[in-house]
């Protein structure tokens, strides 16, 4: 149907069909509303075109080949750069060599669950009142802003007029440049820094901090340092980039570092953090509470704060609240923001357990897909001291499990469990190594469900598999 015949209400408005729009929207659905989600750009969001998506459909070919060349009778297995790429292509839907992106597999989905999509920039202009593209359009109950966040680009002098890469282009490149540079050591920054260095460019990493991987474990950061090192990657610690200059809009790159050293490069990559998508929302105009970085604060139900209005209307969820950049964590907000509309329209009184993601605060389960992979789940052990909470921490290398040394000739990883010592339970696991991604979410149960240790140790792991890492941490621990 065009847009100027569709019609001017629905029950719920989404603003942003990123993943965690999406979610809101199929949940808000599915609780029987009828739902309008409004997206300037691609359906799918960052994360889709240009975040999860492409960074891990291109770090997997690279990850595959280095399983089979560490496994002594499949030693052959090399990385084929532009078959890395086109596997990226395909899932980013480029459009043959073209610059064009397509989302019709997401508008078909959205087709088919039945929500109304509308194309523009949307903005709040009063309660319950979207604007786009000229069109106003009113909510009945509730409207959602899922809209996300965007590169930070940091007030350097030059680096706005250099043209620099964000990971919007980094990750949708067809061209490998001779050398890249980058600015931040954060997880965009390492994930792709390992890309670009197996698939033929010259990488050198600016990191600020004294380590990479700043939120996780310090031997996280360790180990990813040593292998990018092994990559070939210059891994600049403590450095800053004092000024940046180009010779022409795509010409060398200069950048001036701290300690008098300069770098150059055929690319700059900018990846020191993310900027909420808030500017021109309208947020403040009625009524809502934007926070010093400029993200939506919102209550532990995800309700902006501050809004005015008779019940609560405005509620803000994934990245643009600020409270975990993550896409699985940003949809398991949406869920609950989607059942607790649902709820409160249905005049029944919300499931608080269910309607309220409270697992947030125990500390997001992540991934950084290098190689080594960082698994890891709750608090860091500084985190959990922060806390003050009474911790005691367990350290053991990955190959203290048999299942590693199958996985692996001469396997390199580390394990850490960081355990509650007044309750009994675990608040915080870091996983280092070779395909230690999915041991995450034992982790994640054990933490979500505060399983009590000596429940823990019934829990018995597989032989020959890495999840017996489990068996020997609790082993160590003193079970
Ligand atoms: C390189 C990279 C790799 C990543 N890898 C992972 C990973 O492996 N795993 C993981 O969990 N997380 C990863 N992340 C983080 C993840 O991308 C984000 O947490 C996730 O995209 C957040 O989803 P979202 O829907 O909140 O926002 P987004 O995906 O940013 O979507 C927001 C949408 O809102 C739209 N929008 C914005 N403003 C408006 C407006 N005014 N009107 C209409 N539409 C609007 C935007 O165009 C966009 O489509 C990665 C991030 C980066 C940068
Ligand atoms: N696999 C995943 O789950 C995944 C992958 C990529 C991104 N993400 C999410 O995206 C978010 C953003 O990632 P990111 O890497 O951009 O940010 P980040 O906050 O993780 O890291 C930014 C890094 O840049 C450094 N930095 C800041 N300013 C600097 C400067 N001027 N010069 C040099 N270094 C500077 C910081 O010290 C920090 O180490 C993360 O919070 C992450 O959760 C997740």
Not at 172 to 201: H, M, N, W, Y
Not at 269 to 279: C, E, F, Q, W
Not at 345 to 358: F, I, L, M, N, S
């Amino acid at each position: 149907m065009p847009e100027e015949e569709l019609p001017q209400e629905f029950d719920v408005i989404v603003v942003g069909a990123g993943p965690v729009g999406e979610n809101a929207a199929d949940r808000a659905h599915k609780a029987g509303l009828t739902v309008a989600i409004i997206e300037k750009h691609l359906v799918g969001g960052e994360c889709s075109f240009y975040a999860c998506s492409p960074s891990k459909a291109l770090l997997r070919p690279i990850h595959a080949t280095r399983a089979s060349q560490r496994v002594q009778g499949s030693e052959g297995a090399h990385v084929d750069p532009q078959g890395v790429l086109a596997r990226r292509d395909s899932w980013i839907n480029r459009v043959g060599t073209s610059d064009t992106l397509d989302d019709s597999g997401q508008v078909g989905w959205l087709d088919h669950v039945g929500i109304t999509l509308l194309r523009g920039a949307a903005r709040l202009v009063g309660e319950r009142t979207v604007e786009v593209g000229g069109r106003t359009l009113r909510a009945r109950q509730a409207v959602v802003l899922a809209t996300g966040t965007m590169a930070a680009v940091p007030p350097i002098p030059g680096l706005r007029e250099a043209n620099a890469w964000t990971n919007r282009e980094a990750t949708t490149s067809r061209r490998i440049p001779d050398r890249l540079a980058v600015l931040g050591g954060g997880v965009v920054a390492c994930e792709l820094a390992q890309v670009f260095a197996a698939i033929g460019s010259k990488v050198t990493i600016v990191e600020r901090a004294d380590g990479l991987l700043g939120r996780h474990e310090a031997f996280a950061g360790k180990a990813v340092a040593e292998a990018l090192e092994r990559d070939g990657v210059d891994v600049l610690l403590g450095t800053k980039a004092e000024s940046v200059s180009r010779l022409g809009p795509t010409g060398e790159v200069t950048v001036e570092l701290s300690g008098g050293k300069t770098l150059k490069a055929d690319e700059l990559l900018v990846a020191v953090g993310r900027t909420p998508a808030t500017k021109g929302l309208g947020v403040e105009e009625v009524g809502g509470r934007l926070d010093r970085s400029g993200y939506v604060s919102v209550t532990d139900q995800m309700e902006v704060e501050g809004v005015s209005g008779d019940k609560p209307w405005l509620y803000a969820v994934g990245d643009v609240n600020g409270r975990a950049l993550l896409t699985h964590m940003g949809k398991y907000q949406a869920r609950a923001v989607g059942d607790l509309i649902g709820a409160r329209v249905a005049g029944r009184e919300p499931d608080a357990g269910k309607t309220t993601p409270w697992a947030v605060a125990l500390g997001s389960p992540q991934v950084v897909f290098t190689d080594p992979e960082v698994a890891a789940a709750g608090l860091t052990e500084e985190e959990a001291r922060a806390a003050g909470i009474r911790i005691r921490v367990v350290d053991l290398p990955m190959d203290s499990a048999a299942g590693a040394g199958l996985q692996a000739e001469g396997y390199q990883g580390q394990a850490r469990i960081v355990v509650d010592e007044d309750n009994g339970v675990l608040v915080g696991a870091t996983f280092v190594g070779q395909d230690t991604a999915d041991l995450v979410h034992a982790a994640t149960v054990a933490i979500v469900g505060k399983v009590p240790l000596t429940t823990l140790w019934h829990a018995v792991p597989s032989y020959p598999t890495m999840s017996e890492i489990w068996l020997r941490l609790l082993e160590e621990y003193g079970l």
